[in-house]
């Protein structure tokens, strides 16, 4: 019953569809994830959480999520930057 509910269902008529293309590609998650867990990161500190990501990929993602407004970025009178959760 279930199964035939989920391959007729529609799900890009609802919020669904778009919240994963928001979420989509392989950081993003864990991104969400350690802002969620840990509230203020530097960049170092994910770059390390995420283990095998390279600066540009990790730049690009949070520049994503910052665009599509999921996390917001604070600038401290520092280096490196740190993310935060929106």
Partial sequence: MIKNYIEKANFEDTGFSYTLSLISGKHK??????????????FNELKRYLKNVSDKTLSSDLKELEADRLIIRKEYPQIPQRWNTA
Wanted: glycine share 0%; with cysteine.
């Fill in 29 to 42: 998650m864990v991104i969400l994830y350690c802002l969620m867990e840990f509230e203020v990161v530097r």
